[in-house]
């Protein structure tokens, strides 16, 4: 029998969720199973809601799933908010001490939220609190693990005589997983190794965790019996890693070459610039280090000017940024395609408009980023799908900008940067870097936006002997001296432009779109949605249903011919994004002329689960579906 098992842990903001759902994956892990953790929380800083829910198997997965077989929670709101996704033979694994409490005295819980619960608590003929709420869970077939957490670390501190312990509540996140790994019967040898491994720079705080979670391991070893799910290993995969959401970007910059990266903090973006300033010295291969120079700066408008500043001295030079702050780059963006200069933007989404739900999910900015800037210049915009792939990608994404001499943004989004996956380890050899028409010298007279053939210019780094040019936001002729001369102007347009017509013929077409196989019924989407579309394929071919898929990387200059060559005998099209608009099928159709069929679209802030996906195609393959189906689980 196969092992598919979602675990969630939830907790006030600050209270140490994500370092417990980091240690619960950690340890799966190293039991060999395949891990896809997803994160969500509030944009306040302490307080507000938070929870990971972390799926585990022993076959590939990419996604979460709708249902939770066990939930461990220290707080209240988190059984008020989550205690009716868990199914029938799961468990939930709460503070005794909270069974009185009402939905009055959780101060967090927002008025929408809690006319939904009163309303359901009323129709079960239930009491407005904790344990009205578990009542309905048990009805439904949930076993039921209370435990005292305040009592548990009172006789921890008794038992190795450290009186500290006592009102230590940060180390409730540790008795939360500990006692899950008890119930599941995980080997507690595995749970000490990856608490060492994550509070290894801190001695102390690791031995006060490593004997919290073996006495909470045995507690629940001892105390809790008939539970339906056991988790004590499989093989593992050999070169399997478990790896966040931004080291597939963070990584890839480092071995393509990217030695200089000034960035402006803001959420989900933040995390892939710190990391880099966290590892800036990374030994690449046979002791060659390769060191990435991170600087915060002011704003976002400084920071894609230190970056184009850099690349035209032909260093390799990115930013990373989310909706907002790409906003504000745009002037400079244009600067950047008039002037050719090779740089590459990550662009983290969340939800907007403006501030949106800044530090939820969306793949809001597609629109927005194939048509930033004023004027026809060229651009390339490029999506992921996973963590593996924005790792390969990246480099792609590098030598696009070298090669075509124009900007580059890849796409990424929170759903990713959220995410804790086990994939294939990174493979630094399979990242060539192509500097193009860089020059080592330069001989004779120098024309930085020479007219050739190709219509790439042969490009100086500054400061080189004879490489004098010209910069001016203006438009210019072939040595960069400003011209307004309307022959010179078409030459030069036709010339930067004609970079699109030139990167569709020669990116390779696996790197444009990938067909994951192609049936009557065939989505199209783009970026994270690719994990839960194969998860969902899977379920449904398990009941004959073949729905097809075409992940389409390359979203600016669109592969039109490309496209329509591998969706020629599709007969239904169904467009999956996580945007209200259907951000990709308009371009689809401005390009291919061809309608969508159907839209699945979500737009909660909140990830699409397979569980959703796999719900909605096969009311589309029953013909019970409506031409646009809004998806919204998730609390």
């Not at 009185?100 to 407005?128: A, I, Q, Y």
């Not at 959220?418 to 294939?424: E, L, P």
Request: proline residues 4%; charged residues 25%.
């Amino acid at each position: 029998m196969n092992v598919d098992f979602t675990w969630l842990i939830g907790g006030p903001q600050g209270s140490g969720v994500e370092t417990g759902a980091n240690i619960f994956s950690k340890v799966c892990a190293q039991m060999g199973y395949q891990i896809f953790g997803k994160r969500e929380f509030y944009s306040n800083i302490k307080g507000e809601h938070s929870y990971f829910a972390v799926r585990v198997s022993d076959q590939k997965i990419h996604s979460n799933v709708n249902d939770v077989n066990l939930m461990v929670s220290f707080d209240a709101e988190t059984i008020f908010r989550h205690f009716d996704e868990i199914s029938s033979g799961g468990g939930i694994i709460y503070d005794s001490e909270l069974t009185n409490t009402d939905t009055d005295r959780v101060r967090t819980l927002d008025d929408p939220f809690k006319e939904r619960l009163h309303k359901l608590l009323e129709s079960k003929n239930k009491p407005f609190t904790i344990a009205g709420v578990l009542e309905i869970a048990k009805e439904k077939g949930v076993k039921l693990y209370p435990v005292s957490f305040k009592s548990l670390l009172e006789t921890l501190s008794e038992n190795i005589d450290n009186p500290r312990l006592r009102g230590l509540v940060r180390l409730y996140n540790v008795i939360g997983v500990s006692l899950s790994l008890g119930l599941i019967k995980m080997p507690s040898t595995s749970l000490v190794n990856s608490i060492n491994e994550i509070f290894s720079k801190k001695p102390q705080i690791a031995e006060i965790n490593q004997q919290t979670a073996n006495f909470s391991y045995d507690y629940a070893s001892k105390n809790f019996e008939n539970f339906n799910h056991v988790l004590t290993g499989t093989k593992k995969q050999f070169d399997t890693i478990l790896v966040q959401g931004h080291y597939g970007t963070s990584l890839g910059k480092m071995v393509s070459g990217c030695r200089f990266q000034p960035y402006y903090p803001i959420t989900p973006a933040s995390d892939e610039s710190v990391f880099l300033e966290s590892n800036e010295i990374l030994e690449i291969e046979n002791d060659v280090p390769g060191s990435t120079m991170v600087v915060q700066t002011e704003d976002e408008i400084s920071a894609i000017g230190m970056m184009i500043g850099s690349a035209l001295t032909g260093t390799r030079s990115s930013t990373s940024t989310s909706g907002p702050g790409f906003a504000l780059m745009t002037e400079a963006l244009g600067w950047a395609g008039i002037n050719e200069v090779a740089v590459v933007i990550t662009l983290y989404q969340r939800s907007g408009p403006s501030t949106g739900l800044p530090t939820r999910h969306g793949q809001d900015d597609l629109l927005f980023t194939v048509f930033a800037g004023c004027g026809d210049f060229p651009k390339i915009v490029y999506a992921s799908g996973d963590i593996e792939e924005s790792f390969y990608d990246t480099g792609n994404c590098f030598n696009y900008a070298d090669k075509y001499q124009i900007p580059v943004i890849h796409m990424m989004d929170k759903f990713l940067s959220s995410s804790v996956v086990t994939c294939k380890k990174f493979n630094p050899k399979k990242i060539s870097i192509d500097r193009g028409k860089l020059l080592n010298k330069v001989e004779g007279e120098y024309k930085r936006f020479a007219l050739t053939d190709d219509g790439i210019s042969p490009r100086a780094k500054l400061g080189m002997d004879n490489g004098v040019f010209w910069n001016t936001g203006d438009e210019s002729d072939e040595m960069g001296h400003i011209s307004e001369d309307p022959q010179i102007r078409i030459k030069m347009m036709d010339k930067r432009m004609s970079r699109l017509d030139l990167a569709l013929q020669t990116i390779p077409e696996n790197e444009q779109a990938i067909p994951f196989e192609i049936h009557d019924y065939t989505i199209i989407s783009w970026g994270s949605t690719k994990g839960p579309i194969l998860d969902a394929q899977t379920m449904l071919k398990k009941e004959g249903i073949d729905i097809g898929f075409v992940q389409i990387k390359l979203l600016h200059p669109f592969p039109a011919e490309y496209v329509k060559s591998l969706l020629k005998d599709a007969k239904v099209l169904i467009d999956i994004e996580a945007n209200h608009s259907g951000q990709l099928g308009k371009i689809f159709k401005q390009n291919i002329t061809r309608e969508i069929d159907y839209h699945i679209l979500k737009y909660t802030g909140r990830g699409m689960t397979s569980t959703e996906l796999y719900e909605s195609l096969k009311k589309i393959v029953e013909n019970k579906a409506s031409k646009r189906e809004v998806l919204s689980h998730g609390a």
